[in-house]
């Protein structure tokens, strides 16, 4: 309680709007919108937290966006009175421990995924293991980890002076320890759906792969939100106060957002076809990298999904777009994607084409070249001396 005072407090400092009385985080206000210098600030019915956007990117005030840096926090501290700065320290002091708890957060996903993943394969036939079991176990530790680093990526920069090297060292380090423990499982549906192109796969096996992705996913969208409501840090908090209305993560127009995905999955397939056959210790940490350079890259456009059932699970719910805009974004653009990846990599697709489109198919076995040399034919005489004396013999001996 002490902290929700002190955070009010500092909203309403930093918030003249919410200075007056019956404002401040927590109480329901009417939805308000102004311009302010070409900007759109908006005051959020569950929060009362301020909202300021500017084209597609904007901060909530008293909560920032990640590109609020730290000169720009350093100068917001130094035009406060010494009360407010003392606060303010207090609340920053608080929202720091909030990264150990987020840190033990990832382990313990990541442990009882792992216990998840081992009793299901001594319990279950391999079959369904492979189709099912392993890959709504994958999808739900690859959800859970998103939606808790999403917090870390809003609220870390502003909350505890986070820099995007730390950001950014954890999703790396994040994908390695999911390549190294999901077993074979891709909780990815358009990767799925590769390997039934490609002929690898069935379609039951495919059907039961998406399934278990989509409720994987959806199943670590509720624990996790369920664990937010726990409140064991104040960026679990702050989380809680703002998820009831949580923004879009499509930050610019839907074909561009489309493309950015496509993009996305583009490189990720093609990469993923090329070092399948590479070793483990070689495949994961290039996937990992690949995927933090796209989350840098691509991340201020679309958080760089490339994967429906992550997206579903995170922002679909969200307001701010439309359910089929959100589809053609995060559905349609990776799909899309994924086939490109595919026809460049092998040149067809063999569950749609038996031909190959772009590169001729070269034989097997090659014929030498040089002049054919000419038949030897046999004209040695039978000698008919020889003949005769072993005809002579067989009748004598008969």
């Not at 109480?27 to 929060?47: F, H, I, L, W």
């Not at 709504?136 to 502003?158: D, F, H, K, S, Y």
Request: proline fraction near 5%.
């Amino acid at each position: 309680m002490e902290f929700v005072k002190a955070l009010k407090k500092v909203a309403s400092l930093q918030c003249p709007g919410l200075a007056r009385e019956g404002t401040g985080p927590g109480v329901p206000q009417p939805r308000e919108d102004a311009k302010q210098g070409g900007a759109t600030v908006g005051v959020s019915c569950s929060t009362g937290l301020v909202t300021s956007r500017a084209g597609s990117k904007g901060h909530r005030c008293g909560v920032p966006s990640a590109q609020m840096d730290s000169p720009k926090l350093t100068q917001l501290l130094s035009h406060t009175s010494p009360s407010t700065h003392s606060v303010q320290l207090l609340v920053k002091s608080r929202l720091m421990a909030g990264l150990n708890v987020s840190l033990s957060f990832f382990f313990a996903t990541c442990t009882l995924c792992e216990v998840a993943r081992r009793a299901s394969k001594a319990l279950l036939p391999a079959g369904t293991y492979a189709s099912f079991a392993r890959e709504a176990v994958a999808a739900a530790q690859l959800a859970a980890c998103c939606l808790e680093m999403r917090v870390l990526v809003e609220l870390g920069p502003w909350a505890g002076n986070f820099g995007p090297d730390l950001l950014l060292t954890l999703i790396f380090l994040l994908f390695v320890v999911h390549g190294a423990t999901f077993d074979g499982a891709s909780a990815n549906p358009t990767v799925a759906l590769q390997e039934f192109l490609m002929a690898e796969a069935s379609l039951p096996s495919m059907l039961l792969k998406l399934a278990a992705q989509v409720l994987g996913a959806q199943a670590a969208c509720v624990l996790t939100r369920r664990c937010w409501a726990w409140e064991l840090s104040e960026l679990h908090l702050l989380q809680r106060l703002m998820a009831a209305h949580c923004s879009s993560t499509l930050r610019t127009s839907v074909f561009q957002g489309a493309l950015v995905e496509g993009a996305c999955a583009f490189f990720f397939h093609l990469s993923l076809l090329h070092l399948r056959h590479s070793l483990p210790v070689y495949r994961v940490p290039a996937l990992a990298l690949l995927v933090t350079v796209m989350a840098y890259t691509a991340g201020p456009y679309t958080s760089a999904f490339f994967n429906p059932a992550l997206a579903a699970s995170v922002t679909f719910s969200c307001s701010g777009n439309t359910l089929l805009e959100y589809a053609q974004v995060y559905c349609l653009g990776p799909m899309t994607g994924m086939v490109l990846a595919g026809l460049l990599h092998q040149g067809h697709l063999p569950r749609l084409f038996h031909r190959n489109l772009l590169y001729r198919q070269k034989s097997k076995y090659r014929t030498p070249r040089g002049k054919v040399a000419p038949v030897s034919v046999d004209t040695q005489k039978p000698t008919r001396g020889k003949d005769l004396v072993q005809a002579r013999a067989v009748a004598t001996g008969l």
